[in-house]
């Protein structure tokens, strides 16, 4: 039987990338949907769930996609929504790729820091889809974070938010100078560079004269880098007695870890794939 995966996108067009990803994990039939509302969801799957008997339905499944992780989320509500009984399928949630690009910064953070219990970690531009997703995973893998913005309101909101969907503490706080940035990673072990694309957050002069800093992760491949002085294609190259991954370094792992949890849907017919799940599989992909 061939293996259905419904693509389920909030924005018009429905992502290409998404697509040509899950064809290259070997999806067999890909059936794309944009615009989609939470409300227009339940036909959708129905039409998934019912031209497969309870047995088979483990040959289809979800993935939510889309650039926004709001639009994204309340579509995965209607869907958990949806399914009834042994009616329901795996879903893999990924809007605006926050989950896999998280999930792989953070797996390759603590294997360079060789664990984040009680370290000092900050994330900059800590508000986007990465970053907060990031900053929750830092924190529930024992670092102490400081979750950076360059509005104080809009980083303590997304901390209560972090708060109330993975039980993270997360400590809200701006950055709006090199010497404010400067300031707030005083002390701090890590850094992940989450911010909208081809702007810097962290100037070279400022990371490479605080001793205590680390590991420094950037997510941003557009020019110009996040932190600057790190390349797109560094994966945990050693510089000023410190481990530095750049965009295309999270990358590499983030595709893996993608294309396999798209492969594991199918395993299953009931298991959503968020945050956490993709998480466990970005980790035991640092070991293969």
């Known amino acids: 039987m061939k293996k259905v995966l419904l693509q389920l996108d909030a924005d018009e067009h429905?992502?290409?990338?998404?697509?040509?990803t899950?064809?290259?994990?070997?999806?067999?039939?890909?059936l794309r949907h944009g615009s989609v509302r939470?409300?227009?969801?339940?036909?959708?799957?129905h039409g998934l769930l019912f031209t497969r008997g309870p047995e088979e339905l483990h040959h289809s499944a979800v993935f939510i996609g889309g650039s926004s992780v709001t639009a994204g989320e309340a579509i995965l509500e209607a869907v958990k929504a949806a399914f009834f009984g042994p009616f329901c399928v795996?879903?893999?949630?990924?809007?605006?790729?926050?989950?896999t690009t998280a999930a792989a910064a953070t797996a390759k953070i603590a294997a360079a820091a060789g664990g984040l219990e009680g370290k000092h970690a900050v994330v900059l531009g800590g508000t986007g889809p990465v970053g907060c997703r990031?900053?929750?995973?830092?924190?529930?893998?024992?670092?102490?974070?400081?979750?950076?913005?360059?509005?104080?309101?809009?980083?303590e909101a997304t901390a209560q938010?972090?708060?109330e969907r993975f039980g993270a503490a997360v400590r809200p706080v701006t950055a709006t100078s090199p010497e404010e940035t400067r300031r707030i990673l005083e002390g701090a072990e890590v850094v992940l560079a989450a911010g909208a694309a081809g702007v810097t957050l962290l100037p070279e002069s400022v990371w490479t004269s605080l001793p205590e800093l680390k590991v420094l992760a950037d997510c941003n491949a557009v020019p110009p880098a996040g932190i600057e002085g790190i390349k797109p294609g560094w994966n945990g190259r050693e510089r000023e007695g410190k481990i530095l991954?750049?965009?295309?370094?999270?990358?590499?792992?983030?595709?893996?870890v993608h294309k396999a949890?798209?492969?594991?849907?199918?395993?299953?017919?009931?298991?959503?794939?968020?945050?956490e799940e993709v998480f466990v599989e970005a980790r035991e992909h640092m070991t293969t």
């Open 14 to 20: 429905p992502s290409v990338f998404d697509a040509v």
């Open 22 to 30: 899950a064809l290259d994990a070997e999806v067999d039939v890909l």
């Open 38 to 45: 939470a409300e227009s969801v339940q036909p959708l799957i």
């Open 90 to 99: 795996s879903v893999l949630f990924d809007a605006n790729g926050c989950n």
């Open 134 to 155: 990031a900053a929750a995973l830092l924190a529930k893998e024992g670092a102490q974070v400081l979750l950076a913005s360059r509005t104080f309101s809009r980083a």
């Open 161 to 163: 938010s972090l708060r």
């Open 245 to 256: 991954f750049g965009a295309l370094g999270i990358g590499e792992l983030k595709m893996r």
């Open 261 to 275: 949890c798209l492969k594991r849907l199918f395993e299953a017919g009931d298991r959503i794939w968020d945050a």
